[in-house]
């Protein structure tokens, strides 16, 4: 049914939903985030399914953006900037808003965008040798559409310990971010899962998509106006020579010019 992704829902209506890329460290292309939003609105409309875990195949949970993807933002024009930056920040707001618990299950390293997927979960769980960073700034641009999920699962003074300087960091400081609930050994990942998974099938439904969107509601606001907001700050930062020099050195496999050259 997906190209990047896949569905597999068990009898008690658990359905785990798995970033299927692990070619390319699941990295999110245009296709996946089309995929994934429109499987957060067939999941939530769907009234037999009662969780959602998100996880990711391979050894990797989500590298962040496809940097081919990336690559082709260089070279579009403005508006399609503009397009596609909204279709990744409407795909989080999809899954943000799903009308049913997400359970992140991060068996791997998370990088950019796979902070921001980690964030739109109601709890996340990581292995513990895992890596973590918002890796952004490296390459000239910056955590834009992800933002609001991030600072919302963190807070703020938590959130710029690391939003800006692309440091790399593990499964227990994540923990300490509160961006990870959890770190287990990846062994017990999946049982540990589990455990958040089955008080979930003693709660009525509705009430439990009615108190996810009265926590939403009480939470930082997370609206059109955000999220436009951001699409913005993306694409303006997509148009400068900075973005133009990082992904060009990513590719380029070289020191972009910011960095240290001995």
Known sequence: MYDTITI???ARGVA???LNRADKHNAMSAQML???TDAAAKLGADEAVRVVVLTGAGKSFCAGGDLGWMQEQMAADPETRALEAAKLAHM???LNTMPKPLIGAVQGNAFGGGVGMA???DIALGADHIRMGLTETRLGIIPATIGPYVIARMGEGRARRVFMNAR??????AVSLGLLARAVPADDLADAVEAE???YLSCAPGAVAAAKKLARDLGPRIDMDTIDMTIQALKSRWETEEAAEGIGAFFDKRK??????A
Do not use: K, Y
């Open 168 to 173: 790399l960091f593990g499964a227990e400081e």
């Open 256 to 261: 972009a010019a910011w960095m240290p050259q």
């Open 34 to 36: 089309a995929d994934l």
């Open 92 to 94: 989080l707001q999809a």
């Open 16 to 18: 785990t939903l798995t």
């Open 119 to 121: 964030s739109v979960c």
């Open 8 to 10: 597999t829902t068990d």
């Open 197 to 199: 998974v089955v008080p």
